[in-house]
Nanobody, 123 residues
């Protein structure tokens, strides 16, 4: 079965960096675009970014553009989210997801999700 497992979250001071990983199994990882979303308490799930199957096309939300970088290693079935210059407003649970259809920023277009990893940025 499809499984996505995030790791790398934690507590970091504002201005710091974290690198999240998403290990995929149970499907042909190299055939799918993958995305990252986040959800803060009391807020809706928010699109962070999405990477095409071959890594040649990457989209970011305006809120993270220039600070976050998405990459993937198809040989390792793993997607990454490098987060730099973190801000307290980046605090959320971060999820990776498999893109299935629809617009890349629409959570409904993702059919498999990880359990999430907590990122907390202190001021």
């Amino acid at each position: 079965q499809v499984q996505l497992v995030e790791s790398g979250g934690g507590l970091v001071q504002a201005g710091g960096s974290l690198r999240l990983s998403c290990a995929a199994s149970g499907f042909g990882f190299r055939n799918y675009a993958m995305g990252w979303f986040r959800q803060a308490p009391g807020k809706e799930r928010e699109f962070v970014g999405r990477i095409s199957w071959n890594g040649e096309s990457i989209d970011y939300s305006d809120s993270v553009k220039g600070r976050f970088t998405i990459s993937r290693d198809n040989a390792k079935n793993t997607e990454y989210l490098q987060m730099n210059s973190l801000k307290p407003e980046d605090t959320a649970v971060y999820y990776c997801a498999r893109h299935f259809s629809r617009a890349h920023y629409d959570p409904a277009g993702y059919d498999s999700w990880g359990q999430g990893t907590q990122v907390t940025v202190s001021s």
